[in-house]
């Protein structure tokens, strides 16, 4: 009794938690959020050229409101990329992906100006040789970290690697290969082993993984690469089926052309999350069918794919129905239905800069957030002014984008700003509300 009981309240309170593409084990901030968090790229010649933490007021109600409150830099360049936070939201990862270097920030203490807890510096060795710490995703009370490649060849084979919340070591899972399938049914032509995002469903007891390439391409300029036919081989071309509990691969599915970021549904019959594919421009399906199997499906095109748009950050609605959509390389978001999710129909794009790349919504989905950077030799130089590196703050009121912030990161010497997380000082009690 006491078990089922501890799983009903483990439901109850977390099974539609946070914004709408973060862990279903973490808290999530319903109402208006106070800040948000850039891992921003330090750039040579801007500013103090180091990565950075940049914390933004975005309150309407703030006094601070539209300001950077506090930047935090870490030292050097380490090609900074993702974060996570962990279940309890007290604090953010945020990895670098030449480096390897993990900086752990505690934003509890004072939401407004988080501080450096902990640097992670020996990821490659205890990991076993994987290199690019990308995804950081929460689980109870551990963190589950997906690589891009490895310390052999650098090329795209590649593995999670779990932490507790602490920071320790726990354990090494490799992405499953023609030569090491490790247990996992191969259900098309690819097993390629390459490894990029991380999402659960945990009611089907579900962890997904896609695919992209290694640090010898990730590391490259990118006119050089894509002029490489050699090297735009090397990209990955799979999604695996997990089995959540075990940390055991259980199905190989083929997704050409290096699928992405993943956004798995929140209603309770929705077994299914969608990805997007960066050099074949589609819009994909993972979904459970009627024998309760994991297929995979192409269901909606992104842009003229004869255009390279580069589709890159997505960002799925918390009733489902809806998907926002980004292709970097002409600056536009778009909004797909996906409220028949086997045919998304895009609905609405709007131009957002020069670049864009990632895209965070509230919880509500009334204020959509957008980013530029996407990697630092990937990123175009000009032209120069505020449409190129900036963070920019919508509502949306169902039918239109209405800008209501900006920041030029170059003109305020800060660097390319990329990924974002929310903040909010209720998550955290009466004492850091009044502060």
């Not at 081989?233 to 997990?242: C, D, L, Q, S």
């Not at 399906?285 to 748009?309: C, F, H, N, R, T």
């Not at 292709?327 to 129909?345: E, Q, V």
Request: proline share 4%.
């Amino acid at each position: 009794m006491r078990t089922l009981l501890a799983l009903v309240l483990l439901y109850t309170t977390y099974a539609f938690a946070d914004e709408t593409c973060m862990s279903p084990y973490m808290a999530k901030i319903e109402g208006q959020e106070d800040f948000v968090y850039v891992w921003t790229l330090g750039i040579e010649g801007v500013g103090d050229e180091q990565d950075k933490l940049v914390t933004v007021d975005v309150n309407p109600e703030s006094e601070d409101y539209g300001k950077v409150v506090a930047t935090l830099s870490v030292g050097g360049r380490n090609e900074a990329h993702h974060t996570g936070l962990t279940d309890d939201r007290r604090y953010l990862w945020a990895g670098g992906l030449d480096t390897n270097k993990i900086f752990i920030f505690d934003i509890h203490t004072d939401p407004a100006e988080p501080t450096l807890h902990e640097t992670v510096a020996d990821f490659v060795d205890k990991s076993g040789g994987v290199v690019g710490p990308h995804t950081f995703y929460a689980l109870p009370g551990r963190m589950m970290l997906s690589g891009l490649s490895n310390n052999r060849d650098h090329g795209g084979r590649t593995a999670l690697v779990e932490y507790t919340n602490a920071g320790d070591y726990v354990a090494t899972y490799w992405m499953p290969t023609d030569d090491q399938l490790m247990g996992a049914e191969k259900s098309g032509q690819f097993a390629d082993g390459y490894g990029y995002d991380v999402r659960v469903l945990p009611r089907r007891n579900l962890m997904l993984t896609s695919s992209f390439t290694g640090w010898n391409n990730y590391m490259m300029e990118l006119g050089p690469l894509m002029a490489d036919s050699e090297a735009m081989k090397a990209f990955g071309n799979t999604m695996v089926a997990w089995d959540l509990h075990a940390r055991q691969p259980r199905k190989v599915l083929d997704v050409p052309g290096a699928p992405l970021e993943i956004r798995c549904a929140w209603g309770e019959d929705h077994d299914y999350c969608f990805t997007s594919t960066a050099l074949t421009s589609k819009l994909w399906l993972v979904y459970a069918d009627q024998d309760g199997e994991w297929q995979a499906e192409a269901v909606g095109d992104i842009g003229d794919a004869s255009k390279i748009p580069l589709p890159v950050d997505i960002s799925i609605s918390n009733d489902d129905t809806r998907l926002w959509v980004n292709t970097w390389n002409d600056g536009m978001t778009r909004l797909f239905d996906i409220s028949d999710p086997h045919n998304a129909k895009q609905i609405f794009e709007k131009k957002i800069g020069v670049q864009v790349n990632m895209v965070s919504q509230s919880w509500d989905g009334k204020r959509v957030y957008y980013t530029s950077s996407l990697l630092a030799n990937w990123d175009k130089k000009s032209p120069q002014g505020p449409d190129l590196q900036y963070l920019k703050v919508y509502d949306f009121d169902g039918k239109e984008l209405t800008q209501t912030l900006a920041i030029d990161f170059l003109a305020e010497k800060l660097g390319a700003p990329h990924q974002m997380r929310f903040g909010a000082r209720a998550l955290y009690g009466e004492q850091v509300t009044a502060r």
